[in-house]
T-cell receptor, first 111, second 116 residues
Framework: RKEVEQDPGPFNVPEGATVAFNCTYSNSASQSFFWYRQDCRKEPKLLMSVYSSGNEDGRFTAQLNRASQYISLLIRDSKLSDSATYLCVVRYQTGANNLFFGTGTRLTVIP | DADVTQTPRNRITKTGKRIMLECSQTKGHDRMYWYRQDPGLGLRLIYYSFDVKDINKGEISDGYSVSRQAQAKFSLSLESAIPNQTALYFC???????????????FGPGTRLTVL
């Protein structure tokens, strides 16, 4: 079983739409959670951390459900520039403090 | 200038050749990482280093070796390249993680390696 699982998509949505991505993780000892964004042929970049109480950054809202081992990302009022692959990332407390990456969900926002 | 740089950006090589991928950073981070990315598999950790004298295997270290020449430099070697090592390779850096802190990793632009 993969450490982090995501729906690969693709999600094709019109501009202005609201879209949600989900992610599940297998290790209940996971401590930190993130969404990274990766544009085509580019490196991943941190989009936002995910806090237990949920958090919002402009049009982006992240939620964490520890009981269900589930993370979500909601994007409101989608822009063309939101087209990218969104990676769900989990860290649990090991000596490495490694990050475990999901395979990513591809989003295309259509004019 | 980019904070994390990788060279080369693209490389085509033949089976059995020795290849070195280099990573340099100006962020002053103590931790450095090498990942590979394959379609449908996401990023997987190859090796990581917490400082110059600390090298650790990641999830998929077989067939790879690394060298941390300085705090700012971390190189990845494929001693005898094989076709299934064809992938996109990323170097990343981060600060030491505090007990409650996040662990943002900053990635280089990637090296696309093709082994024929």
């Amino acid at each position: 079983r993969k450490e982090v699982e995501q729906d690969p998509g693709p999600f094709n949505v019109p501009e202005g739409a609201t879209v949600a991505f989900n992610c599940t993780y297998s290790n209940s000892a996971s401590q930190s959670f993130f969404w990274y964004r990766q544009d085509c042929r580019k490196e991943p970049k941190l989009l936002m951390s995910v806090y237990s109480s949920g958090n919002e950054d402009g049009r982006f809202t992240a939620q964490l459900n520890r009981a269900s081992q589930y993370i979500s990302l909601l994007i409101r009022d989608s822009k063309l520039s939101d087209s990218a692959t969104y990676l769900c990332v989990v860290r649990y407390q090991t000596g490495a403090n490694n990050l475990f990456f999901g395979t990513g969900t591809r989003l295309t926002v259509i004019p | 200038d980019a904070d994390v740089t990788q060279t080369p950006r693209n490389r085509i090589t033949k089976t059995g050749k020795r290849i070195m991928l280099e990573c340099s950073q100006t962020k002053g981070h103590d931790r450095m990482y090498w990942y590979r990315q394959d379609p449908g598999l996401g990023l997987r950790l190859i090796y990581y280093s917490f400082d110059v004298k600390d090298i650790n295997k990641g999830e998929i270290s077989d067939g790879y070796s690394v060298s941390r020449q300085a705090q700012a430099k971390f190189s990845l070697s494929l001693e005898s390249a094989i076709p299934n090592q064809t992938a996109l390779y990323f170097c990343a850096t981060s600060f030491r993680v505090g007990s409650t802190g996040s662990n943002e990793q900053f990635f280089g632009p990637g090296t696309r390696l093709t082994v024929l």
